[in-house]
């Protein structure tokens, strides 16, 4: 067992204990114990460097601890975490409460101390690894150099190796062995989706993009969705088949070919022919959530066209990190290649032109936009959810929000243009100003991680925290330097396994958030009900 420190030791006391104040999410034992042991570990490493410091400034050597000092310290520990770690367990009910979550494990909530512990001294070894690298480095610089020198130099090459080992070779490593993975996932169809018979689908007959290079997302979104029939038992009106046009990543080996070859695929299914027209930027594997464009289809009693094109073959989360710069290209070059044919179209002839994304997807969406007159003069309606907290308009229409409106639900020149909200059904505010020509509206949950999640929360307190919380957000979380960040990261990639209309799941509000952004007519509160238990997943 390595060598501890008593000072150390009482700061990874200290966070341990905090890392149960809850985050956004509902959290298992062992994700928990994941976020208690990296607190401690940031917690020991200050603790040192609190007592050096101290140190240096007192003028004196380390001293050897005494016993009573180490059992107060046991002592404390059994009891605080103890506490620590109830008050966790009742914090997670109330946030499993507030969500409609019934499941708990009891065994991992067992487990969480003992995967803490392993965690901590995994990391304090690899630190302690660290410091070894260091001092040898140190040693062999003192050599040539002085010794302060040698110190500085040491530390700098030390922590040079070891930010390029992460980045450059577990980090790359990791996400090109992710990539080859999903590669071969890409080939495989999805159970119950087969190739399309209609010609108003990519993959189908006279399609210009053949079925096999359509990838795993792109079959299941032309493979699937409502049929004409399907429309018509719901509006009770004929309804016309929906055109979904797509194209993925083995239909071309560039963004803009491939966005050609998907707009091109529209166009020969008489995509530019009907009343309502959709660009669906895509997250990153291609997904493209069925709620929104189903709901779509649904309230254009299927007079209407989807187009959309894949970039990656990460899945969302892990394209979420690193391939931020496909979504901003795709997502460009797909709306400037509709818009390229939209716009000859004489005017009495155009469809009504429509953006949506979710996730990274509302991220390339806004890319092909340079702000809020440009989605109004080039759009009839833009529906985002979920969107990342780096979104480029996201974070202009939140940061230069109006005075008194909250982070979560801010609101922008007064509503004029663009809204947001957590829940379409109870209004967008300001809910006393008119909301008329083209309407953006973005949908976000309080609780979703997606849209919180930022580097900034290690160092600094957003005004989402400070602020009321959400509904769905219990007030005793709090932000805490390094730890809220490392919690709401931890959520991240189970931000969708929570029930539909917390973190970032986003089923039945896509229904009221379409209704609101493309103002259908015919349709009663009774229809939207009915069209959410459509739209709402099942079981």
Known sequence: MPHVTLPGCWGALVLACLSFTPSLLPRGGILQG??????????????VVAAYV??????RDARSPSRRSWLLLLVCTIVLFGVAFGLGQYWQHEIRGLMGVTEYNVLTAVACPFVAALVFWLLLLAGRGLRRLYRWAA?????????RAARVVGWLLVAGLAWSVFSGLLLS????????????????TPEGVHQPASTLRSGGPGSLVPWDTLGRQGRA???????????????????????????????????ESRAERAVADLERAGGFKRANLLVMTTTGSGWVDPAAVDSFEYLGNGDSATVAMQYSYL?????YLVDQSKAREAGRELFDAVYDTWSKLPQDQRPRLFVAGESLGSFGGETAF???????????????????????LFREFSDHRDAGSPEIEPVYKQGRTVRFTDDPTTGMPPTDRQWDGTRVLYLMHPSDPIVWWSPGLALSEPDWIGEAPGKDVLDAMVWMPFLTFWQVTADLPFSTGVPDGHGHTYKA??????????????????????????IRPKG
């Open 34 to 47: 994941l976020v208690c042991g990296i607190s401690a570990a940031i917690g020991y490493g200050l603790g």
């Open 54 to 59: 101290w140190r240096a400034f007192a003028d």
């Open 139 to 147: 040693r062999l610089l003192g050599r040539w150099i002085g010794p």
């Open 173 to 188: 490593g990791f996400v090109n062995a992710a990539n080859e993975a999903f590669s071969v996932r890409d080939t495989q």
């Open 221 to 255: 979104f032309t493979g699937s969705g409502p049929s004409a029939r399907d429309i018509g038992a719901f509006t009770h009106r004929p309804a016309q088949e929906p055109v979904r046009a797509y194209a993925g990543l083995s239909t071309s080996d560039d963004t």
């Open 315 to 319: 899945p969302s989360w892990l394209s």
């Open 370 to 392: 340079s702000g809020e007159y440009d989605l109004r003069n080039r759009t009839a309606g833009t529906l985002f959810a979920g969107p990342p907290n780096f979104n480029t």
């Open 509 to 534: 509000a896509y229904v009221d958030g379409w209704n609101t952004v493309m103002r259908p007519t015919g349709f009663t509160a009774q229809d939207l009900d009915r069209l959410r238990d459509i």
